[in-house]
């Protein structure tokens, strides 16, 4: 088993959802980001998702969007973020799965990546803009070098793209709550429990559910038809409101801890 599936069964075991915040890398700097890291490790985080900011993203809402482009003039690179968590990872003892758009990795080299993602203790790999269609030479790379591959689906996908994304995945599949882009949404879609029990009978790998999620309550609800939750524009708000405080890094911790509450 690979460590974000152990980390599943862990919380299986423990009838409980994982809880997977997301952060934007480099933002406000990579120095900073280790120590953020370690704030979600201490406020309840199963499982890190860690954004590579990109220039022109197509899922990123606006909160996310102005996080990459603060990370890019601050000089963050995808290499940068790998020895981020080369050094970091050991202290973590939790899975790293990094978010990315596929040009980063196009323009490195797919087995250069993949080689040197794994080296770095990076668990698994979610590239958005990556269908499981046209994503052979990547999983071939990633499977090489033992890196979980994490496909998306959405309330829009056909039986058609719910088996290859299945057949393409391993880890988790991550289900988008709603069509659209990430940010903050007063509700919850009334379809998402519907539609997540659907997929969870479908599905041989751990659902996840992000996209909106930004509350304690909501975090309960999800909770209760998924196997992860996923909170990202709320924790990358945060960030930006109290990124030039000497508090930050606590002030993200204490907001984990109420979002990972329910699940305690």
């Known amino acids: 088993m690979s460590a974000i599936s152990e980390v ?11 809880f997977i915040p997301f952060l934007s890398a480099g933002d406000p700097n990579l120095q900073t980001t280790g120590s953020l890291l370690q704030a979600l490790v201490m406020g309840g985080a199963d499982i890190i998702e860690l954004g590579v900011p990109f220039s022109d993203p197509i899922a ?3 909160v996310i969007q102005s996080a990459s482009v603060r990370a890019l ?16 990872r050991d202290r973590l003892g939790v899975p790293v799965v990094l978010f990315t758009y596929y040009n980063p990795i196009h323009v490195r080299g797919v087995e250069n990546f993949a080689e040197q993602a794994a080296s770095s203790g990076v668990d698994g790999v979610l590239c958005v803009d990556l269908p ?10 990633m499977r090489q070098h033992n890196l979980d591959t994490i496909f998306l689906l959405a309330p829009t996908s056909t039986r058609d ?8 995945s391993t880890g988790f599949v991550y289900y988008v709550s709603r069509t659209g882009v990430t940010g903050d949404q007063g509700a919850l879609p009334k379809e998402l429990v519907k539609q ?13 559910v ?10 309960a609800a999800v909770a209760k038809v998924a196997d992860g939750v996923v909170v990202g524009s709320a924790l990358v708000k945060l960030v930006a409101e109290h990124g030039a405080s000497p508090r930050l890094a606590a002030v993200l911790e204490e907001r984990v801890r109420q979002l990972t509450a329910p699940l305690r």
């Open 8 to 18: 599943f069964a862990e919380c299986r075991r423990d009838k409980r959802a994982a």
């Open 60 to 62: 990123d809402g606006p």
């Open 161 to 168: 793209r719910i088996a290859k994304v299945q057949a393409s």
């Open 132 to 141: 499981p269609d046209e994503a052979g030479e990547f999983i071939q790379a």
């Open 73 to 88: 003039e601050a000089g963050t690179s995808l290499s940068g973020i790998l020895r981020l968590v080369a050094r970091q």
């Open 210 to 219: 992000g996209f909106g999620i930004n509350t304690p309550e909501q975090v």
């Open 196 to 208: 997540a029990r659907r997929l969870r009978r479908k599905l041989h790998h751990p659902l996840a």
